[in-house]
């Protein structure tokens, strides 16, 4: 015997309402979306760095440091005003060079440095920390800016 659903137009209206509003939501999301992830020219920027540092004892008991940008790569949009916070959070000083910017610091032990660039040219640009240039000083510790 075959079942009868019954749906009352007030069930019907709700789920109506229901699938609109969650419509809109999505189309209000990709809209956030996809402006937060354009960025472009004349726009502006902060993004957040901090330092950090891996230490572990090798099974000699030697121990082993390495210090790193935190995030070690960020992805700017070429013609951005890029203002850069970075944090000390490992290390008490860490003296750094943007190479092809032009832009020297120093990031210091629980002080936040900032540095700002106008993104002009796409390319891929190294953050590096002078007292941690490679291994054998406990790095390397060298980040990434990529202008697109």
């Given at each position: 015997?075959?079942?009868?659903?019954?749906?009352?137009?007030?069930?019907?209206?709700?789920?109506?309402?229901?699938?609109?509003?969650?419509?809109?939501?999505?189309?209000?999301?990709?809209?956030?979306?996809?402006?937060?992830?354009?960025?472009?020219?004349?726009?502006?920027r902060?993004?957040?760095?901090?330092?950090?540092e891996?230490?572990?004892?090798?099974p000699?008991?030697?121990?082993?440091?390495?210090?790193?940008?935190?995030?070690?790569?960020?992805?700017?949009?070429?013609?951005?005003?890029?203002?850069?916070?970075?944090?000390?959070?490992?290390?008490?000083?860490?003296?750094?060079?943007?190479?092809?910017?032009?832009?020297?610091?120093?990031?210091?032990?629980?002080?936040?440095?900032?540095?700002?660039?106008?993104?002009?040219?796409?390319?891929?640009?190294?953050?590096?920390?002078?007292?941690?240039?490679?291994?054998?000083?406990?790095?390397?510790?060298?980040?990434?800016?990529?202008?697109?």
């Amino acid at each position: 015997m075959p079942k009868i659903l019954y749906v009352s137009r007030m069930n019907l209206l709700m789920t109506g309402i229901v699938v609109v509003l969650v419509a809109i939501l999505g189309l209000y999301l990709k809209s956030e979306e996809s402006q937060a992830v354009s960025g472009g020219a004349g726009k502006e920027r902060t993004y957040h760095m901090v330092t950090g540092e891996f230490k572990t004892t090798t099974p000699d008991g030697r121990v082993i440091e390495a210090y790193r940008w935190d995030p070690g790569t960020i992805v700017v949009q070429k013609g951005e005003t890029v203002h850069l916070h970075i944090l000390g959070i490992n290390g008490e000083s860490h003296p750094f060079l943007i190479e092809g910017l032009n832009i020297r610091g120093e990031v210091q032990k629980g002080r936040e440095t900032v540095v700002s660039f106008k993104a002009g040219k796409e390319g891929t640009y190294r953050i590096v920390c002078q007292s941690h240039p490679d291994s054998a000083h406990e790095g390397p510790m060298i980040g990434y800016i990529i202008v697109d």
